[in-house]
């Protein structure tokens, strides 16, 4: 049941980011891309790690994607007319060299002996054992990431602020 | 039962309880309003001249805006436009799957969670799907290719993103203390009495998710975005029929499940003050007896008064007959109780029966507590006046969000101070 | 279809398709604002590789990388933002190939 879920979603993912990147409105383009994130949330659920899901969904479709709507909105981008954008030579040079990108990933990532996923144990990937890692292990990291969200906060003030 | 039937059982019962409370929401909205605006409030909807006080205004409502004419804006974006309301009745229409409305129980020695899914990041789940409820407004008010729509739209999402913020942190604390993100636990964790209840042991927690919670639901008086005096309704300015009816039965959801979510975390969802559930299963017979008794005198009673209503034969037709319609159907209703505590009396309960009665004392309780929260709204909403929109981004950022931050550190300080 | 049970490899597989699929969407497209959608697909691709290792060696330090690294791309698109909301104001387009005033 699991396997045909997983094949499911990654279908979904891969259609809706190919579908995205091919779009003329990029406001299709910021939804299909929510949608590409819901069934990421999906396959991290079936990953067991609900806390990661529900976070994917709560940061990344739920702040990330607002913000880039608005901006959409704010500018008032409708569909993008001719001139396209990029000539059919480059287009199918790109797509050779992130093929060779791929292939070089595929024959990197089959180091790994083949074998099935380990059984998981009760808790894993509650918030519970998350938070007992953030805050013993990874402390320090936690705090540095703190102060780039203050210093993010403060340059996306900046930069909105309209030149009186 | 097996697994699926009970699955579906769990989903759909809470789903059918809570939109048909939709239309008691509206009816509770335009009498509630009426009474406190001190005028008599809708009572003209009638079916075979039975008037109900009113209650059959919603259904009049419904059929009003099906036989609308659906208008599609000129250059609307089609997709869009379409998708938004369905969106928004998405978003509210699925929140209410991780709200207990019972105690656990153990049922053939297996734990059965009276929610439609038991997830151990309960909260979390409700956060990421006000999240989503942004997308519909934006949707709606760039898709109407209309200035007033999308200003409205722009500025209903820039709130409710604002509060969100505070609705999270001011849950932060309280899961500090609980030590679980699942509802069902900080249920469990406030005991059956009140002065352990979550609104005393952490009010400025209740008093930020309370006024947060007015505005993500968009509700005065934080109803600027939809205000028809200022901005011309807003984001549904071009929504017509069904669309339209699918908005605001959204916006009756959200509070629905705004209701629920304060009653739970902070009143002790369904703990009955006082009543703790061992207590309650020890001596259900009892209850059930006493209950009934309680419920056939108060019906009774209530029949032999709308009875004897006299009212002079204005109408000339069913209308004159109406309390005596009703007050015969609560006389029979009390009738059947009687009959019922007459034959079985104090009679032992098998254990089946016990827990689903617990369980059936326990929601019903929790339904109380969601219509009382509910009136609060409404009640709010026809007493305050609306908040200008700046005065609500400063109250958003720069008073809620700071109180909301100073209290997990005072409340981190006093777990460390009362555990050691 | 359990013939061919998931394993590790399919979701590393399919984390190197969507990081190659934004890595051609960043080259194709001159939006400035689908650039840095697909610049998030890449970080995305990089979280479920994260979390699949994580689920793979049963630690949750997968889990906790991925928060930072999801922390670290809502700071990147916030400021991003920022700056295609700068360029529209001097140049009225987000469109990469009018930004040529530094050229030759």
């Given amino acids: ?164 | 039962m097996s697994y699926w039937v009970t699955l579906i059982l769990k989903i759909s019962i809470p789903f059918v309880l809570i939109f048909s409370l939709v239309p008691f929401l509206v009816w509770l909205e335009r009498k509630g309003s009426a009474y406190i605006q001190d005028r008599p409030g809708p009572n003209r909807a009638a079916i075979l001249g039975l008037r109900l006080g009113g209650l059959l205004h919603p259904l009049a409502d419904v059929i009003k805006l099906i036989f609308k004419e659906n208008i599609m804006p000129a250059r609307a974006h089609r997709f869009f436009y379409i998708l938004a309301p369905g969106l928004a009745l998405f978003v509210a229409s699925i929140t209410y799957l991780v709200i207990p409305f019972a105690e656990p129980t153990l049922i053939n020695n297996e734990l059965f969670y009276f929610q439609g899914a038991h997830l151990n990041i309960g909260i979390l789940y409700i956060l990421a799907l006000s999240s989503l409820g942004v997308y519909a407004l934006l949707l709606a008010g760039w898709s109407s290719n209309n200035k007033f729509a999308l200003l409205g739209g722009l500025r209903s999402a820039s709130q409710m993103i604002s509060y969100e913020l505070s609705l999270g942190l001011a849950l932060i604390s309280l899961i500090m203390w609980t030590g679980s993100l699942a509802i069902n636990d900080i249920i469990v964790s406030q005991t059956h009495l009140p002065w352990h209840w979550n609104f005393i042991f952490d009010p400025i927690a209740f008093l930020v998710f309370f006024i947060a919670v007015f505005a993500e639901t968009n509700r005065t008086p934080f109803d600027l975005p939809e205000g028809e005096s200022e901005l011309v309704a807003g984001y549904h300015v071009e929504y017509s029929s069904l669309k339209f009816a699918m908005f605001f039965m959204a916006e009756y959801v959200h509070i629905i499940i705004a209701s629920a979510l304060m009653a739970a975390l902070f009143f002790g969802g369904w703990q009955i003050p006082f009543v703790s559930s061992s207590f309650l299963r020890e001596h259900c017979s009892s209850f059930v007896f006493f209950g009934l008794i309680f419920t056939a005198c108060f019906l009774l009673l209530l029949g032999i008064i709308l009875i004897t209503n006299n009212k002079k034969i204005h109408y000339k037709d069913l209308r004159d007959f109406e309390s005596v319609i009703m007050g015969v159907f609560l006389l029979l209703l009390g009738l059947s109780c009687l009959v019922y505590v007459l034959l079985f009396g104090k009679a032992p309960l098998s254990d089946n029966a016990v827990i689903w009665i617990t369980a059936f004392l326990q929601g019903c309780v929790f339904l109380f507590k969601i219509l009382v929260f509910c009136w609060i709204f409404i009640w709010v909403r026809w007493t305050l006046p609306r908040m200008r929109y700046d005065q609500l981004m400063k109250l958003g950022w720069k008073i809620l969000l700071p109180l909301s931050m100073a209290n997990i550190i005072v409340t981190a300080i006093r777990m460390i101070i009362t555990n050691g | 279809m359990t013939l061919f049970p998931v394993t590790i490899h399919h979701y590393l597989i399919l984390s190197a398709l969507l990081f190659c699929l934004g890595f051609i969407g960043i080259i194709i497209r001159r939006n400035l604002l689908i650039i840095l959608m697909c610049l998030e697909v890449m970080l995305n691709a990089v979280n479920l590789t994260f979390v699949a290792l994580a689920r793979y060696y049963l630690q949750e330090d997968g889990h906790i990388i991925t928060l930072f690294v999801m922390a670290i791309a809502a700071v990147e698109a916030a400021i991003g933002l920022g700056i295609v909301l700068t360029l529209f104001r001097n140049k009225e387009s987000v469109r990469t190939d009018r930004f040529t005033a530094m050229k030759g």
């Fill in chain 1, 1 to 164: 049941m699991a396997d045909y879920l997983f094949y499911i979603f990654s279908f979904i993912t891969v259609l809706t980011v190919l579908l995205m990147i091919f779009q003329k409105n990029p406001l299709a383009s910021a939804l299909l891309l929510i949608l590409g994130f819901f069934s990421l949330a999906a396959l991290y659920i079936l990953l067991h790690a609900p806390f990661i899901a529900a976070l994917q969904i709560l940061v990344y479709a739920g702040a990330i994607m607002v913000l880039f709507v608005f901006v959409i909105m704010l500018l008032n981008l409708k569909k993008t007319v001719s001139p396209p954008d990029t000539g059919w030579i480059k287009k199918t040079l790109i797509f050779l060299v992130g093929s060779v990108l791929f292939l070089f990933f595929v024959f990197a990532f089959f180091c790994i002996p083949e074998t099935l996923f380990p059984a998981v144990s009760e808790g894993f990937g509650s918030p519970e054992k998350i938070g007992e890692l953030l805050f013993s292990k990874y402390i320090i990291a936690f705090e540095l990431i703190d102060i780039l969200l203050l210093a993010g906060i403060v340059g996306a003030v900046l930069l909105g602020k309209k030149e009186t």
